[in-house]
T-cell receptor, first 110, second 116 residues
């Protein structure tokens, strides 16, 4: 089992819709979780950190489910510009390393 | 503020040739990372530096890859000799510090390597 797993997609979603995807992790001791966004042929950029109580940033909501060991990202009122690959990142406490998922590709259609 | 700078942006070489990548992190960032990213995959850590010390190089293929970070600032990553399977995007990232819980990483634009 991979340390961090994501559905590769693509998720094809009409503009204005709500879309959500999850990321599962295997190390129950992990404490930090992030969502990064990567546009085609560009570098990853931090979208948001994921806090235990859940957090929201505009149209984006991130949540953590420790019991089931997954994090989620919800995008409301999706825009064409939201089309990208969303990478889930989880820390590995033993060596401070951040482990990256393979990403979920999102395509917003007009 | 300038971001992470990498060069070259693109490199095409024949197999068995050497290649080197250069990275200049964000000023003041003491931690520097080299990642390799293949198409459809997430970044894979090759090496992490804290200042000039390589603190995690467990995934660096040491038979052909080497890296250095002179004076704890700029870094170079070298492959010698390159193999076909080394074709990938090589990303450099930096962060202000490494917390036990993880720190935000800022990435450079990457070097896209093609080995023929």
């Amino acid at each position: 089992r991979k340390e961090v797993e994501q559905d590769p997609g693509p998720f094809n979603v009409p503009e204005g819709a709500t879309v959500a995807f999850n990321c599962t992790y295997s190390n129950s001791a992990s404490q930090s979780f992030f969502w990064y966004r990567q546009d085609c042929r560009k570098e990853p950029k931090l979208l948001m950190s994921v806090y235990s109580s859940g957090n929201e940033d505009g149209r984006f909501t991130a949540q953590l489910n420790r019991a089931s060991q997954y994090i989620s990202l919800l995008i409301r009122d999706s825009k064409l510009s939201d089309s990208a690959t969303y990478l889930c990142v989880v820390n590995r406490p033993s060596n401070y390393q951040l482990i990256w998922g393979a990403g979920t590709k999102l395509i917003i259609k007009p | 503020e300038a971001g992470v700078v990498q060069s070259p942006r693109y490199k095409i070489i024949e197999k068995k040739q050497p290649v080197a990548f250069w990275c200049n992190p964000i000023s003041g960032h003491n931690t520097l990372y080299w990642y390799r990213q293949n198409l459809g995959q997430g970044p894979e850590l090759l090496i992490r530096y804290e200042n000039e010390e390589a603190v995690d190089d467990s995934q660096l293929p040491k038979d052909r890859f080497s890296a250095e970070r002179l004076k704890g600032v700029d870094s170079t990553l070298k492959i010698q000799p390159a193999e076909l399977g080394d074709s990938a995007v090589y990303l450099c990232a930096s962060s202000l510090m490494v917390k036990r819980s993880g720190s935000e990483q800022f990435f450079g634009p990457g070097t896209r390597l093609t080995v023929l």
